[in-house]
Protein backbone atom coordinates (compact mmCIF):
# COMPACT_ATOMS: atom_id res chain seq x y z
CA UNK A 1 0.00 0.00 0.00
CA UNK A 2 0.95 3.40 -0.39
CA UNK A 3 1.33 3.71 3.24
CA UNK A 4 5.01 1.23 2.55
CA UNK A 5 6.23 3.74 -0.27
CA UNK A 6 4.34 2.17 -3.39
CA UNK A 7 1.21 3.43 -5.06
CA UNK A 8 0.11 3.25 -8.37
CA UNK A 9 1.09 5.48 -11.05
CA UNK A 10 -0.24 6.61 -14.00
CA UNK A 11 -0.66 4.55 -17.14
CA UNK A 12 2.20 4.75 -19.82
CA UNK A 13 2.66 3.28 -23.23
CA UNK A 14 5.92 1.22 -23.34
CA UNK A 15 7.28 4.11 -25.76
CA UNK A 16 6.69 6.61 -23.03
CA UNK A 17 7.66 4.48 -20.20
CA UNK A 18 11.25 3.74 -21.84
CA UNK A 19 12.19 7.23 -22.50
CA UNK A 20 11.34 8.11 -18.79
CA UNK A 21 13.56 4.61 -17.76
CA UNK A 22 16.49 6.12 -19.72
CA UNK A 23 16.21 9.53 -18.77
CA UNK A 24 15.97 8.54 -15.20
CA UNK A 25 19.36 6.48 -15.51
CA UNK A 26 21.27 8.77 -17.59
CA UNK A 27 20.44 11.98 -15.24
CA UNK A 28 21.01 9.50 -11.77
CA UNK A 29 24.13 8.35 -13.01
CA UNK A 30 25.65 12.46 -14.57
CA UNK A 31 28.40 12.65 -12.55
CA UNK A 32 29.58 9.50 -13.91
CA UNK A 33 28.30 9.63 -17.63
CA UNK A 34 28.31 13.35 -17.64
CA UNK A 35 25.93 15.65 -18.11
CA UNK A 36 23.12 14.86 -20.93
CA UNK A 37 22.98 17.28 -23.95
CA UNK A 38 20.02 18.54 -25.22
CA UNK A 39 19.22 16.51 -28.55
CA UNK A 40 21.43 13.89 -27.32
CA UNK A 41 19.24 10.41 -27.73
CA UNK A 42 18.32 8.65 -25.27
CA UNK A 43 18.97 4.82 -24.58
CA UNK A 44 20.33 2.74 -21.97
CA UNK A 45 23.89 3.58 -20.71
CA UNK A 46 26.56 0.95 -19.28
CA UNK A 47 26.93 1.67 -15.59
CA UNK A 48 28.91 -1.11 -13.52
CA UNK A 49 27.00 -3.40 -12.35
CA UNK A 50 28.42 -2.90 -8.84
CA UNK A 51 28.26 1.21 -8.70
CA UNK A 52 24.20 0.40 -9.30
CA UNK A 53 23.91 -2.33 -6.77
CA UNK A 54 26.29 0.12 -4.10
CA UNK A 55 23.66 2.82 -5.17
CA UNK A 56 20.26 1.23 -4.66
CA UNK A 57 21.26 -0.23 -1.10
CA UNK A 58 22.39 3.41 -0.03
CA UNK A 59 18.52 4.32 -1.20
CA UNK A 60 17.46 2.00 1.06
CA UNK A 61 19.72 2.50 4.12
CA UNK A 62 18.87 6.29 3.31
CA UNK A 63 15.25 7.22 3.50
CA UNK A 64 15.54 10.96 4.13
CA UNK A 65 16.47 11.20 0.76
CA UNK A 66 13.38 10.54 -1.29
CA UNK A 67 13.92 8.27 -4.17
CA UNK A 68 11.16 7.39 -6.68
CA UNK A 69 11.23 5.19 -9.46
CA UNK A 70 8.39 3.39 -11.95
CA UNK A 71 7.35 -0.45 -12.19
CA UNK A 72 5.28 -1.61 -14.63
CA UNK A 73 4.47 -5.10 -12.22
CA UNK A 74 1.54 -7.77 -12.14
CA UNK A 75 0.47 -6.84 -15.98
CA UNK A 76 -1.73 -9.90 -17.05
CA UNK A 77 -0.66 -11.50 -20.27
CA UNK A 78 -4.05 -12.21 -21.27
CA UNK A 79 -4.51 -8.32 -21.37
CA UNK A 80 -1.56 -7.11 -22.44
CA UNK A 81 -0.25 -9.98 -23.99
CA UNK A 82 2.98 -12.85 -23.53
CA UNK A 83 6.02 -12.66 -25.27
CA UNK A 84 5.51 -16.01 -25.73
CA UNK A 85 3.23 -17.87 -28.47
CA UNK A 86 0.32 -19.42 -26.85
CA UNK A 87 -1.10 -23.00 -27.62
CA UNK A 88 -4.49 -23.01 -30.10
CA UNK A 89 -7.33 -23.83 -28.16
CA UNK A 90 -8.70 -27.55 -29.43
CA UNK A 91 -10.97 -27.62 -32.74
CA UNK A 92 -14.10 -26.88 -32.76
CA UNK A 93 -16.86 -28.77 -34.81
CA UNK A 94 -17.63 -27.63 -38.06
CA UNK A 95 -14.95 -24.70 -37.89
CA UNK A 96 -11.45 -24.31 -39.33
CA UNK A 97 -8.85 -25.64 -38.09
CA UNK A 98 -6.22 -22.68 -36.50
CA UNK A 99 -3.23 -21.26 -38.45
CA UNK A 100 -0.29 -23.68 -37.39
CA UNK A 101 1.00 -22.54 -34.25
CA UNK A 102 4.82 -21.80 -34.05
CA UNK A 103 6.60 -24.88 -32.76
CA UNK A 104 7.80 -22.95 -29.10
CA UNK A 105 4.12 -22.91 -28.64
CA UNK A 106 4.03 -26.04 -27.15
CA UNK A 107 7.82 -26.15 -25.98
CA UNK A 108 8.15 -27.03 -22.44
CA UNK A 109 10.33 -24.10 -21.61
CA UNK A 110 7.43 -21.35 -23.33
CA UNK A 111 6.48 -20.13 -19.23
CA UNK A 112 2.71 -19.86 -20.76
CA UNK A 113 3.23 -23.75 -20.37
CA UNK A 114 5.50 -24.18 -17.38
CA UNK A 115 2.81 -23.43 -14.70
CA UNK A 116 -0.13 -24.75 -16.86
CA UNK A 117 2.06 -28.64 -17.30
CA UNK A 118 2.88 -28.67 -13.73
CA UNK A 119 0.54 -29.60 -10.58
CA UNK A 120 -1.47 -27.17 -10.56
CA UNK A 121 -2.80 -28.00 -13.88
CA UNK A 122 -5.24 -30.18 -11.23
CA UNK A 123 -6.45 -26.76 -10.09
CA UNK A 124 -8.46 -26.57 -13.38
CA UNK A 125 -8.58 -22.88 -13.60
CA UNK A 126 -6.02 -20.49 -15.16
CA UNK A 127 -5.33 -18.35 -11.64
CA UNK A 128 -3.43 -15.26 -13.15
CA UNK A 129 -0.10 -14.27 -12.11
CA UNK A 130 0.49 -17.97 -10.71
CA UNK A 131 -0.56 -20.49 -13.77
CA UNK A 132 -1.45 -17.09 -16.37
CA UNK A 133 1.96 -15.07 -16.54
CA UNK A 134 2.88 -11.71 -15.50
CA UNK A 135 4.67 -9.28 -17.17
CA UNK A 136 7.17 -7.26 -15.62
CA UNK A 137 8.47 -3.72 -17.11
CA UNK A 138 11.19 -2.04 -14.77
CA UNK A 139 13.55 0.55 -15.18
CA UNK A 140 16.55 1.64 -13.06
CA UNK A 141 15.83 0.74 -9.53
CA UNK A 142 12.62 -1.17 -9.96
CA UNK A 143 12.23 -3.67 -7.01
CA UNK A 144 10.57 -6.81 -5.99
CA UNK A 145 11.00 -6.91 -1.86
CA UNK A 146 11.41 -9.68 0.07
CA UNK A 147 8.87 -12.31 -0.30
CA UNK A 148 8.22 -15.90 -0.92
CA UNK A 149 5.64 -17.11 -3.54
CA UNK A 150 2.00 -17.71 -2.45
CA UNK A 151 1.46 -20.79 -1.12
CA UNK A 152 5.41 -21.65 -1.09
CA UNK A 153 5.42 -22.26 -4.88
CA UNK A 154 8.10 -22.89 -7.24
CA UNK A 155 8.11 -19.28 -9.69
CA UNK A 156 9.88 -19.00 -13.12
CA UNK A 157 11.11 -15.92 -13.93
CA UNK A 158 12.12 -15.45 -17.92
CA UNK A 159 13.87 -12.05 -18.77
CA UNK A 160 13.08 -11.25 -22.54
CA UNK A 161 15.22 -8.33 -23.29
CA UNK A 162 16.66 -5.05 -21.62
CA UNK A 163 19.52 -4.57 -18.51
CA UNK A 164 20.23 -6.84 -16.19
CA UNK A 165 18.48 -7.64 -13.04
CA UNK A 166 19.96 -8.41 -9.64
CA UNK A 167 18.61 -11.13 -7.62
CA UNK A 168 19.12 -12.13 -3.92
CA UNK A 169 18.12 -15.59 -2.50
CA UNK A 170 17.76 -17.41 1.15
CA UNK A 171 16.79 -21.18 1.23
CA UNK A 172 14.45 -22.60 2.41
CA UNK A 173 16.34 -23.79 5.56
CA UNK A 174 17.47 -20.21 6.42
CA UNK A 175 13.91 -19.02 6.48
CA UNK A 176 13.04 -18.98 10.60
CA UNK A 177 16.41 -17.10 10.53
CA UNK A 178 15.51 -14.85 7.66
CA UNK A 179 12.08 -13.90 9.24
CA UNK A 180 13.53 -13.26 12.62
CA UNK A 181 16.55 -10.53 10.71
CA UNK A 182 13.21 -9.61 9.20
CA UNK A 183 11.72 -8.46 12.67
CA UNK A 184 15.01 -7.27 14.71
CA UNK A 185 16.21 -5.00 11.69
CA UNK A 186 12.80 -2.93 11.52
CA UNK A 187 10.76 -3.75 14.90
CA UNK A 188 8.74 -1.12 14.67
CA UNK A 189 7.49 -1.61 11.82
CA UNK A 190 6.40 -5.43 12.61
CA UNK A 191 4.98 -4.18 15.70
CA UNK A 192 2.21 -2.40 14.10
CA UNK A 193 1.42 -4.93 11.33
CA UNK A 194 2.33 -8.80 12.33
CA UNK A 195 1.57 -9.62 8.94
CA UNK A 196 4.20 -7.64 7.12
CA UNK A 197 6.54 -9.91 5.84
CA UNK A 198 4.27 -11.10 3.86
CA UNK A 199 3.05 -8.11 2.24
CA UNK A 200 6.00 -7.74 -0.15
CA UNK A 201 7.06 -4.42 1.14
CA UNK A 202 10.24 -4.83 2.90
CA UNK A 203 13.71 -4.32 2.09
CA UNK A 204 16.70 -5.06 4.39
CA UNK A 205 20.49 -5.22 2.70
CA UNK A 206 21.73 -8.48 2.67
CA UNK A 207 24.43 -8.25 4.13
CA UNK A 208 22.31 -7.34 7.29
CA UNK A 209 20.70 -10.48 7.53
CA UNK A 210 24.56 -12.18 6.35
CA UNK A 211 25.16 -10.87 9.65
CA UNK A 212 22.69 -12.67 11.80
CA UNK A 213 23.83 -15.85 10.40
CA UNK A 214 21.04 -15.95 7.51
CA UNK A 215 22.43 -17.45 4.19
CA UNK A 216 22.09 -15.01 1.29
CA UNK A 217 22.90 -16.12 -2.59
CA UNK A 218 22.94 -13.79 -5.11
CA UNK A 219 23.18 -13.69 -9.44
CA UNK A 220 22.71 -11.61 -11.87
CA UNK A 221 20.37 -11.92 -14.64
CA UNK A 222 20.79 -11.12 -18.31
CA UNK A 223 18.30 -11.25 -21.19
CA UNK A 224 17.14 -14.60 -22.59
CA UNK A 225 18.19 -16.35 -19.30
CA UNK A 226 15.88 -18.25 -16.53
CA UNK A 227 15.86 -17.89 -12.62
CA UNK A 228 14.09 -20.21 -10.75
CA UNK A 229 12.78 -19.88 -7.10
CA UNK A 230 12.35 -23.38 -4.62
CA UNK A 231 9.23 -23.45 -2.10
CA UNK A 232 9.70 -21.71 0.52
CA UNK A 233 12.70 -19.43 -0.66
CA UNK A 234 12.67 -15.89 0.18
CA UNK A 235 14.20 -13.80 -2.67
CA UNK A 236 14.02 -10.05 -3.38
CA UNK A 237 15.88 -8.10 -6.15
CA UNK A 238 16.08 -4.79 -8.97
CA UNK A 239 16.71 -3.44 -12.33
CA UNK A 240 19.17 -2.07 -13.93
CA UNK A 241 17.89 -0.33 -16.45
CA UNK A 242 14.65 -0.68 -18.78
CA UNK A 243 13.90 -4.49 -19.30
CA UNK A 244 10.83 -6.54 -19.66
CA UNK A 245 10.24 -10.29 -17.94
CA UNK A 246 8.25 -12.66 -17.40
CA UNK A 247 7.15 -15.02 -14.56
CA UNK A 248 4.94 -17.20 -13.64
CA UNK A 249 4.30 -20.27 -11.06
CA UNK A 250 4.43 -23.93 -11.03
CA UNK A 251 4.76 -26.83 -8.52
CA UNK A 252 7.07 -30.25 -9.23
CA UNK A 253 6.71 -33.10 -6.73
CA UNK A 254 8.78 -31.82 -4.44
CA UNK A 255 6.31 -28.84 -3.80
CA UNK A 256 3.64 -31.03 -2.17
CA UNK A 257 5.11 -31.46 1.75
CA UNK A 258 5.48 -27.37 1.08
CA UNK A 259 1.88 -26.94 0.40
CA UNK A 260 0.51 -29.03 2.83
CA UNK A 261 2.60 -26.32 5.48
CA UNK A 262 1.49 -23.31 3.78
CA UNK A 263 -1.94 -24.89 3.84
CA UNK A 264 -1.26 -25.30 7.92
CA UNK A 265 -0.12 -21.78 7.58
CA UNK A 266 -2.88 -20.38 6.41
CA UNK A 267 -5.28 -22.22 8.92
CA UNK A 268 -3.08 -21.21 11.71
Known amino acids: GERFGFAHGA ?12 AFKRDFFETVLGKRRKGDELGDVHVAPEDVEWQFWNAVDNPAHALETLYGSDLDSLEVGSGFP ?55 FSAFCWHVEDHLAHSVNYMHFGADKTWYGVPAAHREGFEEAMRAAAPDLFAHEAGL ?3 MVTMVPPARLVEKGVRVTQLRQRAGTFVITWPAAYHAGFSHGLNCAES ?3 AAEDWLPWGAAAAEEARA
Do not use: E
Open 86 to 140: RRPPPPRPGKAPPPKPSPMARHPFNVNNIGADSLLRHLGVGISGMVVPWLYVGML
Open 11 to 22: RYTFRRFAKTAH
Open 248 to 250: TNF
Open 197 to 199: IYR
